[in-house]
């Protein structure tokens, strides 16, 4: 038998004694789906560190800083299980395989996701196959980009007196984008005349806005663009539903990225201005 290293003893002891006994103990042949939330570490959970300092290796998407992977002892095995800027992407049936397998070897795998395991980032697909092979896992969730990323832009997620729901959708799908567009009701959407927020929908924006606009949605609905929410190179497009797809054609932003739709925009300069007024 080989003795544990002690660098990892020191390290996963340190955050031990920093969170008690609400770090949960990363069981050999175990793995956790976590989410790393949006863009700067600072955005991951106490449940997310403890599986940083535990794991033996991280399966993580590309949508995880870089920062965040530092937080885990060195001798952790990092591998990249992602899409990155063009290239195809990784089969999704390889990385629940190549999860499994890992597993089967008896190592603990943090399977590391941006934003929150369980949306839109195909978490669930990924516990289905855990579930099916046998492999005990456990999900820890992540502030998700669609809410935090907005908060992290100065945009209340809800505003009372302006919307009671907000609506997370993506305009795109493992069926590629047409499919996703097509089987949403957007008209029903726009009828609800309630926030929108998009993933995955720079290139579709076009084609959502026309529909919601002929849904009867005002072609002045603020909208805005959220690149890269909550890291220090944060971007923001404000715009309208009419203007905002031309605006980022002309001048692209960074991915990712995401899409906001509905009055709750216009908080931003209200409290930008307040800010102002108080110095
Ligand atoms: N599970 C993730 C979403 C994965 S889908 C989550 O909960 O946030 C990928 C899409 O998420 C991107 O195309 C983009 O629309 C959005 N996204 C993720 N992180 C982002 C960030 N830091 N800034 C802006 N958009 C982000």
Redesign the pocket.
């Known amino acids: 038998m080989t003795s544990p290293d002690p660098d990892r003893v020191a390290h996963a002891e340190a955050v031990r004694l920093l969170l008690g006994s609400d770090c949960p103990v990363f069981a050999p042949g175990h793995v956790w789906l976590a989410?790393a939330g949006?863009?700067d570490r600072g955005h991951l959970t106490l449940h997310a560190l403890c599986g940083l300092i535990q794991a033996d290796v991280i399966v993580y998407d590309a949508?995880v800083d870089a920062g965040v992977l530092d937080l885990a002892p060195v001798h952790a095995v990092r591998e990249f299980a992602g899409k990155r800027g063009g290239r195809p992407s990784i089969h999704q049936t390889d990385i629940t395989g190549r999860l499994i397998a890992l597993a089967r070897q008896g190592r603990r795998v943090l399977r590391l996701?941006?934003?929150?395991?369980y949306?839109?980032?195909r978490g669930a697909e990924e516990a289905v196959a855990l579930a099916e092979a046998g492999v005990p896992y456990r999900v820890i969730p992540?502030l998700?980009?669609?809410l935090a990323?907005l908060a992290a832009a100065g945009i209340p997620a809800t505003v009372r007196g302006i919307n009671q729901a907000i609506v997370l959708a993506t305009g795109h799908s493992a069926e590629g984008e047409a499919d996703a567009i097509a089987s949403l009701d957007w008209a029903a959407l726009a009828r609800l005349d309630q926030p929108i927020v998009l993933?995955?929908?720079t290139r579709t924006l076009d084609e959502i806005a026309g529909r919601l606009m002929r849904a009867g949605m005002p072609h002045d609905m603020p909208a805005a663009a959220?690149?890269?929410?909550?890291?220090q190179h944060q971007q923001l497009r404000v715009a309208t539903l009419s203007t905002l797809a031309a605006s980022l054609r002309e001048v692209p932003i960074p991915?990712?990225?995401?899409i906001v739709i509905g009055r709750i925009v216009t908080m931003r300069d209200v409290l930008a201005e307040l800010a102002g007024t108080l110095g």
């Open positions: 989410g949006p863009g949508l996701k941006g934003g929150d395991p949306v839109f980032g992540g998700t980009s669609g990323g993933y995955m929908a959220i690149a890269q929410a909550a890291s991915t990712p990225a995401l």
